[in-house]
Each structure stands twice: as structure tokens, then as C-alpha cells.
């Protein structure tokens, strides 16, 4: 059997060893210590925008971290994109609010902006009160509408925490994905972009709220000389190993974004004739995405009657990764009572779409291998 092609690898720099190596021989194998601080310069810096990055155990620690501190509690809503992984809303019933879903628009696939404004209309006409915090989501690495979705959240005055959990390096008309809203998480997954093995960060806007992250993040404890909690807390703070392999991955990340994207174009241009396959693509010029997986939809009407899904089976029975995109959430069993505004566009991405293999790792032979195995099911 042909070797497998995974959906997404890790993709090591070879620097990664100097700094975990580091940590061992300076005794730092705690949550804590100079490769966490290190990673967290390297992020802020690449970012820009005067942000400051806190390290944590996950992308889905950031959102909650950021909506405990957005006064996010029992009761309340927040406005959430259906259109994406159960991480970006699980965080809401943490804090004991309300996921309130809004469908993606057909453009970038994300967040509509027409259906984000006739949420919150909708719900304050149904609650007396607005939402308490909107997540769009760059899904796939494709930025959000944020002039539009900014411009909305503005005027209702309501905060934006974006889930750029698969965007670093993505921008909206060259600024960086996770700088627009109050707060923004992001995800350093092994099948990220860049990965610390499992780990993410939450990008602040002042240095007040990352100091109150870290406090939250290290079980609350106060500035006493004994253990004294005021405050719930948790342990949520990044090791000083698994930064360190966020460290050596910082070396390389245009490198892994401009890989995905030469993987991207590969697949566009050997399968621009094959009728039904369209991608997820930038709109315009202001979209620049990172492509950390490619998205297509499958046309069954164009393709004789053949499905994502078949797709998908032969891809797999030639020993190739491919994922379903998300389902969205409010289909989801553990969400479908609550409310969903919106025209049913993140259902028809959910039936036909299919993720590539888009590792920086792949090679030019395991590229072929995906596109000659769909051309020939979808030719023959």
C-alpha cells in the first residue's frame, strides 16, 4: 500500500531541540520560565499592533480566559459563528451563557455581516438586551469581513474576540488576523499553522488584561505570601518545554505559510478543469489567507452524481487524509435549541465541502498522488 498522506502534519524547524534542550539543562520543566516568555515576545512582535500574547494550553483556554474578563456570565448571550469547530462555542457554556448562531456569507465563508446585524436586532428584541461579545472565526485560515463585521460591533457597541485558531499569518487588508477585536485567540495544535504540540495563546489589547490572564491562567492565586484565592481559577499557563518548540517554529512560520499556499495554487491550477470542484478563495485583495487547509466544495450535479462523500471514501481507500469541513454548529445535537439566524449557506459548505492535504511536509509526489486520484474518480 502507498505510504499515507495526512491531512495536516507537523513540521518541525530544527530548532526546536536547542530550546528544549535549554529548558532541561536550566532545570525550567514547569508552566512557566524564559521559553514561555520568549514565545510570547516572538508572537506580540509578529503581530504588531501594540497586542500583547499570553501563552496557554489551548486555543479554547484563550476564549474563556477572554470572556470571563469581557464580564461574560449566566444569563447572557454571545454571538457566535455557526460555520466552525465546537472549540470556538463550548467556552460560552463555560461561563454559563448562550450561544446565539449566525451563518457564513458565501464570500470567505465566514461570519455574515448581514445576519450578524439581524441577530442582534433580533435579540434585543427578544431578550431587552444586546449580546455580550461577537466571535467571528477565520475559518481554513481565510480572514473574516472585518471592516463589516467591526463596523456593526461598533455601532452596537458590543466587543469582538476573534478565533484566529487557524489564521496566524492571515491578513485583512494587511493586518494580521487576531489584531481587530478586544481579544483573539489562537491555536498552536500539532496540525496548525505552527504547533507547540498542543498549546494557543490569547492576544490582549492592553497590558492589563494579560496581566489579568495570567492571573486566571495560574489558578488566581493572590499577591499574598501564603495561598490565597479571591477568585476561581485555572490552570491554564503553557509549559516552558512546549514553548520552546513554539520558539523554533516561529523560525519558520512564512515559510509554512508560504508552503500551504504554494499547495493551495497547486490544486487550483490541476483541477481548474474539472467541473464541479470549486475553493474556498480570497474575495479581493484585502483577503490574504494562510490556506492552512484547502476547502473545496463538490457540485454533484455537475459531477455526474458523485458526492463529497465519494470523495472522501476514495480518497481514504487510497490511503489519503481528507476531513469533512465542520459541521456547523447549530446542527450540532448539544446546540440545536439554541437560536440560529441565517440562510442555510454553512449547511450547503457542510454537505459538499472536503479538506485537502495541505501540510507544509507534503511533498511534490504526495500533491500528484491527491490530484491524479480525484481527476481520475472525477473524469472517469
Known amino acids: 500500500m502507498n505510504k499515507r498522506v495526512w ?21 525550567w520543566v514547569v508552566p512557566l520560565g524564559p521559553n514561555v516568555n520568549a514565545f510570547e515576545e516572538a508572537l506580540a512582535s509578529y503581530l504588531g499592533e501594540e497586542k500583547k500574547v499570553v501563552a496557554l494550553v ?41 450561544p446565539v448562531f449566525v451563518d457564513s456569507e458565501n464570500e470567505t465563508w465566514n461570519m455574515s455581516p448581514l445576519f450578524l446585524e439581524q441577530a442582534i436586532k433580533e435579540r ?10 461577537i466571535i467571528p472565526v477565520h475559518l481554513y485560515g481565510m480572514p473574516a469581513n472585518m471592516d463589516a463585521i467591526m463596523e456593526i460591533a461598533v455601532r452596537y457597541d458590543i466587543p469582538v474576540l476573534e478565533d484566529a485558531a487557524e489564521a496566524i499569518g492571515a491578513t485583512y487588508k494587511g493586518r494580521k488576523c487576531g489584531t481587530f477585536g478586544e481579544f483573539a485567540c489562537l ?22 488584561q494579560a ?47 508560504d508552503k500551504r499556499r504554494a499547495n493551495n495554487a497547486f490544486y487550483r491550477k490541476e483541477l481548474a478543469s474539472i467541473k464541479g470542484i470549486s475553493f474556498q478563495t480570497e474575495p479581493d485583495k484585502r483577503f490574504y489567507s494562510n490556506y492552512w487547509l484547502t476547502a473545496i466544495l463538490v457540485d454533484s450535479k455537475q459531477t455526474g452524481g458523485k458526492t463529497r462523500e465519494d470523495l472522501f471514501h476514495v480518497l481514504e481507500i487510497e490511503n489519503i487524509e481528507s476531513r469533512p469541513l465542520w459541521k456547523p454548529m447549530h446542527l450540532q445535537p448539544v446546540f440545536a435549541h439554541y437560536p440560529y439566524y441565517g440562510n442555510g449557506n454553512s449547511e450547503i459548505f457542510f454537505n459538499n465541502g472536503l479538506c485537502l492535504p495541505s501540510s507544509s511536509i507534503l511533498t511534490q509526489e504526495d500533491l500528484q498522488r491527491v490530484v491524479d486520484v480525484i481527476k481520475r474518480f472525477l473524469n472517469n
Do not use: W
Open 58 to 98: 489551548s486555543g479554547t483556554a484563550a476564549i474563556h480566559l477572554a470572556l470571563i474578563q469581557l464580564g461574560v456570565g449566566p444569563g447572557d448571550e454571545v454571538i457566535c459563528q455557526s460555520f466552525t469547530f465546537s472549540a470556538s462555542a463550548n467556552p460560552i457554556k463555560y461561563v454559563g451563557a448562550n
Open 211 to 257: 496581566k489579568k490572564t495570567m492571573f486566571y491562567a495560574t489558578q488566581a492565586r493572590d499577591a499574598a505570601p501564603h495561598y490565597q484565592h479571591s477568585e476561581i481559577g485555572y490552570n491554564y499557563r503553557l509549559s516552558n518545554i512546549c514553548a520552546g518548540i513554539g520558539r523554533g517554529q516561529m523560525t519558520v512560520l512564512q515559510e509554512h505559510i
Open 7 to 27: 491531512l495536516s502534519l507537523a513540521h518541525m524547524s530544527g530548532e526546536e531541540q536547542k530550546y528544549i534542550q535549554e529548558a532541561f539543562d536550566t532545570n
Open 124 to 133: 434585543i428584541r427578544v431578550t431587552g438586551k444586546k449580546p455580550k461579545t
Open 187 to 208: 491555536s498552536f495544535n500539532g496540525n496548525k499553522m505552527i504547533t507547540t504540540s498542543g498549546g494557543g495563546a490569547l492576544v490582549c489589547s492592553t497590558a492589563e
